[in-house]
T-cell receptor, first 114, second 112 residues
């Protein structure tokens, strides 16, 4: 089955800096890669996703890149703000029409210092 | 995106007992998913619940421990049976929505 590795496990940045979180996956059939943000005590929230036919996707301060050859994808957050502090999870999905059967990475605790 | 409601939001249970968690969605969905998030850990898929058929369990999870019902296209239950302290986790249901998978608010279970 799919295996998703995520790095780093913790990331500390100053407000206004950029943050980058990287994930690798094992199943070359994987074709959908979402990113979730989970604040303390809250449910995971989908913040951005990318499909295997696209190399990059941006949404305001958030971008995701995908390298299918190397089987890795990354989340980039620019101009970080304290409210970006949370746990971020990458995930991978292989095959079918359902987005719900996901394999998650281990998570990255992002702390943005004012 | 779909509105997903879980009940209870939290519970403290005695070891050896069972707890049934409910998940209600405001629209019809083909598949519903149950995840476990152990303290400070990532999310792990327990099973996929389809209406009208047996749930499909992931490696390491069995029906006797986590029986699932899916009586219609908007509702599912997950039971955590014969609980031990190791079952203390957050249990989340998830559904496919427009453009992705979305989660309920979770059920925080503590087994004492």
């Amino acid at each position: 089955g799919e295996n998703v590795e995520q790095h780093p496990s913790t990331l500390s940045v100053q407000e206004g800096d950029s943050a980058v979180i990287k994930c690798t996956y094992s199943d070359s059939a994987s074709n959908y890669f979402p990113w979730y943000k989970q604040e303390l005590g809250k449910r995971p929230q989908l913040i951005i996703d990318i499909r295997s036919n696209v190399g990059e996707k941006k949404d305001q301060r958030i971008a995701v890149t995908l390298n299918k050859t190397a089987k890795h994808f990354s989340l980039h957050i620019t101009e970080t703000q304290p409210e970006d502090s949370a746990v971020y999870f990458c995930a991978g999905y292989a095959g079918g029409t359902s987005y719900g059967k996901l394999t998650f990475g281990q998570g990255t605790i992002l702390t943005v210092h004012p | 995106s779909a509105v997903i409601s879980q009940k209870p939001s939290r519970d403290i249970c005695q070891r050896g007992t069972s707890l049934t968690i409910q998940c209600q969605v405001d629209s019809q969905v083909t598949m519903m998913f149950w995840y476990r998030q152990q303290p400070g850990q990532s999310l792990t898929l327990i099973a996929t619940a389809n209406q009208g058929s047996e749930a499909t369990y992931e490696s390491g999870f069995v029906i006797d421990k986590f029986p699932i019902s899916r009586p219609n296209l908007t509702f599912s239950t997950l039971t955590v049976s014969n609980m031990s302290p190791e079952d203390s986790s957050i249990y989340l249901c998830s559904v496919d929505g427009a453009g992705g998978a979305f989660f309920g608010q979770g059920t925080r279970l503590t087994v004492v």
